[in-house]
């Protein structure tokens, strides 16, 4: 399945400028969220206990989520972009159904918080069943880039 567009919660864009989020040497998770999560409220939301409703630790989720290589990609210096691997979980004794996908830094104490997708845009919940994975597929242009305007 193919995750949405990401959107940042306020808090990350600070923490990313500042360098408090380091996307070259820290390690990352995406966790998935149920449709009763405040997962997408980008306001007021820092870290991923400020998060509502995490998918429970069962048939094949572990709760806080998998962890994911994040990389950065330069081919194109007018527009660099920030790509992750996709996370895949197999269901197993029962489904796994979720409704947002959340990608937060596991380095920095608190977990903070960077990115969060909506995963179908009906919106509708996504299952996985007892036996099939559960796959979300990032963009080939990845979590988000840094293109726009170049100076004289």
Request: glycine share 10%; hydrophobic share 45%; proline share 3%.
């Amino acid at each position: 399945m193919a995750a949405g567009k990401w959107k940042f919660y306020d808090s990350a864009k600070l923490k990313i400028l500042q360098g408090l989020i380091d996307f070259d040497n820290h390690a990352f998770k995406v966790a998935l969220f149920t449709s009763s999560s405040n997962a997408n409220t980008l306001t007021g939301s820092d870290e991923l206990a400020d998060l509502t409703n995490q998918v429970a630790g069962a048939n094949g989720y572990t709760t806080g989520g998998q962890a994911v290589t994040v990389t950065i990609d330069s081919s194109t210096p007018s527009a660099p972009f920030v790509d992750v691997s996709n996370p895949v979980w197999t269901a197993s004794g029962g489904s796994i159904t979720a409704r947002f996908a959340v990608l937060y830094d596991d380095t920095v104490a608190g977990d903070p918080l960077i990115a969060v997708s909506l995963l179908d845009t009906a919106p509708a919940d996504v299952t996985a069943t007892d036996g099939n994975t559960f796959t979300l597929a990032i963009a080939a242009g990845g979590i988000f880039n840094l293109s726009g305007a170049t100076s004289d």
